[in-house]
């Protein structure tokens, strides 16, 4: 982990989906976090993607009896503005 974003407060910036799979600096993409907190996800997880998280997390550290699942936010599909024809 990079400690440019670091900042005097104590707390950093949290790329969501991180600039190495993709993601972006946008503010959407950043969370502000503890350092502390930030420091130990990249400890844990790296740059790894929710899904591989949970896959990890399912086969080592939960009860078998729970799973966690991590899943694609699906997009609604955008609605085509209803035009009336006009007849001639």
Same mark, same amino acid.
């Given at each position: 982990m990079k400690r440019k974003n670091r900042s005097r407060t104590?707390?950093?910036?949290?790329?969501r989906k991180p600039k190495s799979r993709g993601g972006n600096n946008h503010p959407s993409n950043i969370s502000i976090v503890r350092a502390n907190?930030?420091?130990a996800w990249h400890v844990?997880?790296? @740059?790894?993607?929710? @899904?591989e998280i949970a896959q990890i997390i @399912?086969?080592?550290w939960i009860s078998s009896d729970w799973e966690l699942v991590a899943r694609?936010?699906?997009q609604p599909k955008p609605v085509e503005p209803f035009v009336p024809?006009?007849?001639e």
């Open positions: 104590g707390y950093d910036k949290h790329h907190q930030h420091r844990l997880f790296g @740059n790894m993607m929710p @899904n @399912n086969s080592v694609k936010r699906v024809q006009l007849w």
